[in-house]
Nanobody, 120 residues
Framework: QVQLVESGGGLVQPGGSLRLSCAAS????????MSWYRQAPGKQRELVAA???????NYVDSVKGRFTISRDNAKNTVYLQMNSLKPDDTAVYYC??????????????WGKGTLVTVSS
């Protein structure tokens, strides 16, 4: 099993910044892709950003140039630096990881989410 714990959400004014963290733990051999998703009220969950173990990144168009995803492979941790935040960024942000366990099985795990509210 792989557990993900997010942190760093909160209330921020438009134009402000937040940094989200997500730490993975459990029977991990390696983690291929780590991602951040978000779900706003009344909307479907969407992929915000993803990063592979080699550092290749991908972003949804609406956050390009404002958000940066990074990871520390030694700590099995992924980060999301969010700058120039807008009210439309308000959502619950979820961490996702595709991990190879020590039992040689692939698991897709989700964190419980952290709320980001952008409001004046």
């Amino acid at each position: 099993q792989v557990q993900l714990v997010e942190s760093g959400g909160g209330l921020v004014q438009p134009g402000g910044s937040l940094r989200l963290s997500c730490a993975a733990s459990g029977s991990i051999f390696s983690i291929n892709v780590m991602s951040w998703y978000r779900q706003a009220p009344g909307k479907q969950r969407e992929l915000v950003a993803a990063i592979t173990s080699s550092g290749t990144t991908n972003y949804v168009d609406s956050v390009k140039g404002r958000f940066t995803i990074s990871r520390d492979n030694a700590k099995n941790t992924v980060y999301l630096q969010m700058n120039s935040l807008k009210p439309d960024d308000t959502a619950v942000y979820y961490c996702n990881a595709a991990a190879l366990t020590t039992a040689w099985t692939t698991v897709y795990s989700w964190g419980k989410g952290t709320l980001v509210t952008v409001s004046s």
